[in-house]
């Protein structure tokens, strides 16, 4: 059996190390499937009375050399999750369903609230509440399934009363 003589400096060393791992992973997550690296996936609290919700992420890179797309997800917090994407038709914003979300070869797309797209967890069976964790499963047509947790966590500048559709 090897020794070991830790020094002081050594185990303070070891302890700042740690506490900076420690605070990264407080303040962000990341997940990989193949070549996609799923940035930071969070969704705002639910509001009372609303019964949908959404989930965002701070982006999805696709560090591959061919495109990919996000066909669907589903979650046990909600009936069913939809791809939504939202434009401004007379100058009021509406969101519609897509088919999937584009990741194109060797980019990012962002799909933090406020953006153009997100994903709507249609009928959730709680309210979301800051603090919680829950698992949400992407479906990607390429990279297969992926199953990701998702930091309920109030954004900064809120913008979730669209969802009151
Ligand atoms: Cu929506």
Redesign the pocket.
């Known amino acids: 059996m090897p020794t070991y003589t830790v020094t002081r400096r050594a185990a303070t060393f070891a302890a700042s190390v740690l506490l900076v791992l420690l605070t990264t992973a407080a303040h962000a997550h990341d997940f990989r499937a193949g070549d996609l690296v799923i940035d930071h996936p969070y969704a705002t609290p639910s509001l009372p009375g609303i019964k949908?919700g959404?989930a965002y992420f701070r982006g999805i890179r696709n560090a591959g050399g061919t495109s990919d797309r996000l066909l669907g997800a589903r979650t046990d917090v909600a009936t069913r999750v939809?791809l939504?994407s939202?434009r401004t038709e007379n100058d009021v914003m509406r969101?519609r369903e897509v088919p999937a979300i584009e990741l194109p070869a060797g980019k990012s797309i962002q799909l933090r609230h406020g953006q153009k797209q997100?994903l709507?967890l249609v009928d959730l069976k709680k309210p979301l509440v800051v603090g919680e964790r829950f698992d949400l499963t992407l479906v990607f047509e390429k990279a297969g399934e992926k199953t990701v947790k998702v930091w309920v966590q109030q954004p900064r500048e809120a913008n979730n009363g669209?969802?009151q559709h």
Do not use: I, P
Request: no cysteine.
């Open positions: 949908n959404a939809e939504h939202m969101m997100h709507m669209h969802h």
